[in-house]
Structures are given as C-alpha cells and as structure tokens.
Nanobody
Framework: QVQLVESGGGLVQAGGSLRLSCAAS????????MGWFRQAPGKERECVAA????????YYLDSVKGRFTISKDSAKNMLYLQMNSLKPEDTAVYYC????????????????????WGRGTQVTVSS
C-alpha cells in the first residue's frame, strides 16, 4: 500500500506562485510513474503533469506548459508541482497519484493507470 498526502495549496492572486508537495509513504516511489491531476467544480478530472519513473520524461497539459514544473525526489519520497504565473482557470482541487503499472520508462496521463491517490489540496486563484 502507498499513502499519498498533498500539501501546499491555498489562495493566491493571479500571477502568483504555489508549490504543491506530495509526501509518499509505504513504498519507495523511485520505480513508479507519478502525476498531478486536478478537478474543478463541474469539470472532469484532467492530468496536469506527469513524470516517468526515472523523471526523464514528463508531460504537461497545454494550458500549463511553461508555467508548471513537476519534479520527483526519490530520496525524500516526494513529488512536487511548482506552479508559476497562476491564472483563475487553474483553480481546482489538485491530486497526487502514483502508478504501479509498468510499460517502460514512460508517463501516464490516463487516471485509470494510477492505483493510488491522495485526498487532494485546494488551489484557488483570485483575479
């Protein structure tokens, strides 16, 4: 079993920054792909960023490219999402997820590929 706990969310003005953290426990994350998802009220969950198990390959939703950065610190068993130049449309609950599925050194953007999820952290960006 893996437990994931997100932190770092909050209220920020447009143009501001937040750094989300995801603390993993139960198993080392070094060999697992991980991702950040978000869900806004009335909208479907979407993958914001994902990383392969090694961190060599990353994915970003088009709307966050150049603004968000995903990073994985296997030594600390932590996943991060640095969010800069935040926009009101980034407002959502953000979830950390881990995948035990293995098909190579790849990332996954389909939530169905992920086995473990955190409870989420609210990010609210005011205009």
């Amino acid at each position: 079993q893996v437990q994931l706990v997100e932190s770092g969310g909050g209220l920020v003005q447009a143009g501001g920054s937040l750094r989300l953290s995801c603390a993993a426990s139960g198993r080392p994350i070094s060999t697992f792909a991980m991702g950040w998802f978000r869900q806004a009220p009335g909208k479907e969950r979407e993958c914001v960023a994902a990383t392969s198990w090694s961190g060599a390959y990353t994915y970003y939703l088009d709307s966050v490219k150049g603004r968000f950065t995903i990073s994985k610190d296997s030594a600390k068993n932590m996943l991060y999402l640095q969010m800069n130049s935040l926009k009101p449309e980034d407002t959502a609950v953000y979830y950390c997820a881990l995948s035990t599925y293995y098909s190579g050194n790849v990332y996954y953007t389909d939530g169905d590929r992920y086995d473990f999820w955190g409870r989420g952290t609210q990010v609210t960006v005011s205009s």
